[in-house]
T-cell receptor, first 113, second 111 residues
Framework: KQEVTQIPAALSVPEGENLVLNCSFT??????LQWFRQDPGKGLTSLLL?????REQTSGRLNASLDKSSGRSTLYIAASQPGDSATYLC????????????FGSGTRLLVRP | DGGITQSPKYLFRKEGQNVTLSCEQN?????MYWYRQDPGQGLRLIYY???????QKGDIAEGYSVSREKKESFPLTVTSAQKNPTAFYLC??????????FGDGTRLSIL
């Protein structure tokens, strides 16, 4: 059964720092991997989607990489800002799962001014 | 604007009562999903529907029921059989293997 793990569970950094969030999954048979952002009391906003054939995706200050063979993905945030403070979740769609997302428990990020 | 609308934002349930959470989408997506989120945890799938008049149980379907009579609508009923319903409920929609779009959630509490 596919399991998704995110480390660390919480992270506090000063503004301007570059940071990396980690996501690991147990079964490499996936269609894709997504990174989401969740603000307190809100729904999820999709940040980046990496197809299984891709190695990375970039959007602005965000870069997500995927190493399917090792079951790992990283989300790199450059020059962090207080507005980046949120919970970041990764999720995978396993092959033969009827396209259901399996989520990690998230990393809660605080960027201090 | 296209999107997903969940209502109400906050809901309170009395013991023994069934309550229904609304989810409507105007994105013309085929698939819709209901998730439950407990504090400090990721999302767990309750039910999902890939086409109208068809739906499947997710990982934690016990105590919940759904219907999919229209493409745009996927209401979730939390029945009295769900003994621990306090949670944040999120609805999502997508076309298969494409990014899921989420509503703003409904927070359910017990009176």
């Amino acid at each position: 059964k596919q399991e998704v793990t995110q480390i660390p569970a919480a992270l506090s950094v000063p503004e301007g720092e570059n940071l990396v969030l980690n996501c690991s999954f147990t079964d490499s048979a996936i269609y894709n991997l997504q990174w989401f952002r969740q603000d307190p009391g809100k729904g999820l906003t999709s940040l980046l989607l990496i197809q299984s054939s891709q190695r990375e995706q970039t959007s602005g200050r965000l870069n997500a990489s995927l190493d399917k063979s090792s079951g790992r993905s990283t989300l790199y945030i450059a020059a962090s800002q207080p507005g980046d403070s949120a919970t970041y979740l990764c999720a995978v769609i396993p092959v033969d799962s009827s396209y259901k997302l399996i989520f990690g428990s998230g990393t809660r990020l605080l960027v201090r001014p | 604007d296209g999107g997903i609308t969940q209502s109400p934002k906050y809901l309170f349930r009395k013991e023994g009562q069934n309550v229904t959470l609304s989810c409507e989408q105007n994105l013309n997506h085929d698939a819709m999903y209901w998730y439950r989120q407990d504090p400090g945890q990721g999302l767990r799938l309750i039910y999902y529907s890939q086409i109208v008049n068809d739906f499947q149980k997710g990982d934690i379907a016990e105590g919940y029921s759904v219907s999919r009579e229209k493409k745009e609508s996927f209401p979730l009923t939390v029945t009295s059989a769900q003994k621990n319903p306090t949670a944040f409920y999120l609805c999502a929609s997508s076309n298969l293997a494409q990014p899921q779009h989420f509503g703003d959630g409904t927070r359910l509490s017990i009176l």
